[in-house]
């Protein structure tokens, strides 16, 4: 087999996708032969993405939750590939001269007592508090004890971002990048760097798994991609969760302490969370083309160079007032982004490169990157879209750098709600809290 290291590390394959050379070589490195279903309490289960098989009303049953990875039938064969796998040593395994704070040292401490204990960890932290830079001195320990590492999030602009920063601080270990939109096919390395989505495809393949944004869509809620991470990690691996507003579920599992945790109240810069600013508007946005208040903001904004964000609860009303933005400010420079955007990833480096002043978006970029020097705003803040969660992860985009520290947030709205009051006065609980 010339492309062996495209099969290893506790792959799940279907071995009609495989030719017989293959799958010998790859049982006879210890890879396990399995029925692609299994049965529970009498019904039927996929072994791949664990979920229930409904019967149709067809001759060949197959499972329709993971058809998106290939379809797999009812008495199709499956094999797990080894994962057992010797990673070359190195003299030095971490290749990085930033500092950690005192806060971010003591979730370090805390993350590496979890690692020994081999026990499941949350980082509780606000946006910007550094939790990557935390993780590092993990993934050096998981190295250095021969094991394997994921990091993994439901969204793909968030691996994106993350792969060129751990190839950096890991110049000298396998690391690959892994999403449904890639075109790097996968193979074995020590270091994996992939959506949830991807984790469907493996069984106990990964020492520590690293689940980045678990709070956020498509993950949260979502039953098949939770039991995928479960399915993943070795039977004594760990998962550490990472999030600035962990859903209830986990929360509930730290009282219960099944898991350990650590809070990260401050940002690595020291200074405070930007704290929204609100504005009623008495109109809709779309008045005389864009409410005048708005403009207000905008013309400020253009005339003193300053690249923002506009956040929108629905493609529709990001692409009429786009096309508003277009024709009262002809030399603005600007995309616009969404789910369904072919070229959102393109767009979004667009605005990290500086090429555009402006990015509208809607939900799709509330959480996982960063941009240095912006101002953020939010336009129908009361829409239902705009919850608690998704409008301190939004505010959370702003005063991500030392040198912006206080870049402004805006909240713009027709009418106050509930939500709104929430993520306003949990961004100044951590605010007070970061202060004791």
């Known amino acids: 087999m010339n492309k062996i290291n495209e099969y290893l590390g506790g792959r799940v394959l279907n071995t009609t996708s495989l030719n017989n050379e293959d799958l010998n070589e790859l049982q006879t490195l210890g890879g396990k032969l399995c029925d692609a279903t299994f049965r529970k309490d009498n019904k039927l289960f996929c072994r791949r993405c664990l979920m229930g098989i409904k019967k149709l009303p067809i001759d060949f049953q197959y499972c329709r939750h993971c058809i998106n990875l290939g379809k797999i039938q009812v008495d199709d064969k499956l094999i797990i590939t080894p994962t057992d796998i010797s990673y070359p040593a190195q003299n030095q395994y971490l290749q990085w001269n930033g500092q950690l704070t005192a806060n971010q040292r003591k979730g370090v401490r805390e993350l590496l007592i979890a690692f020994q204990n081999k026990q499941d960890h949350l980082v509780w932290a606000v946006t910007g508090a550094g939790k990557m830079e935390m993780i590092f001195p993990l993934i050096e320990q998981v190295l250095i004890a021969g094991q394997r590492v994921a990091m993994c999030s439901p969204r793909v602009d968030v691996c994106i971002e993350l792969f060129p920063r751990i190839q950096a601080v890991f110049p000298n270990t396998s690391v690959g990048l892994f999403h449904g939109k890639s075109a790097e096919k996968y193979h074995l390395t ?83 969370l930007p704290e929204p600013q609100c504005h009623l508007l008495f109109k809709k946005i779309n008045f ?149």
């Open 190 to 272: 020590q270091i994996a760097i992939m959506t949830v989505h991807q984790l469907i495809r493996f069984e106990q393949g990964f020492d520590v798994l690293i689940i980045d944004e678990v709070d956020s869509y498509p993950l949260a809620g979502n039953e098949m991609l939770h039991k995928a991470i479960y399915k993943a990690k070795k039977t004594d691996g760990m998962i550490v969760y990472l999030s600035a507003t962990p859903p209830k579920e986990l929360l509930q599992d730290v009282r219960q302490e099944k898991i350990t945790l650590s809070k990260l109240y401050q940002r690595f810069h020291g200074h405070p």
């Open 288 to 436: 005389l083309g864009i409410n005048p208040q708005l403009r207000y903001k905008i013309n400020q904004m253009i005339h003193n160079k300053q690249r923002f964000m506009l956040f929108f609860p629905q493609i529709p009303i990001m692409k009429s007032f786009a096309k508003q933005l277009k024709k009262l400010y002809p030399t603005l420079t600007f995309v616009d982004v969404s789910s369904k955007d072919k070229q959102r990833l393109e767009k979004v480096q667009q605005f990290r490169d500086q090429k555009v002043q402006a990015i509208l978006t809607t939900t799709i970029l509330e959480r996982g990157v960063t941009f240095k020097k912006i101002t953020v705003i939010v336009l129908e803040a009361q829409a239902k879209e705009f919850t608690k969660t998704t409008l301190i992860q939004i505010a959370g985009r702003a005063g991500r750098g030392k040198d912006s520290y206080d870049d402004e947030v805006h909240f713009y709205y027709q009418y106050y709600t509930e939500q709104i009051r929430l993520a306003c006065r949990e961004i100044k609980y951590l605010n007070w809290q970061a202060k004791k």
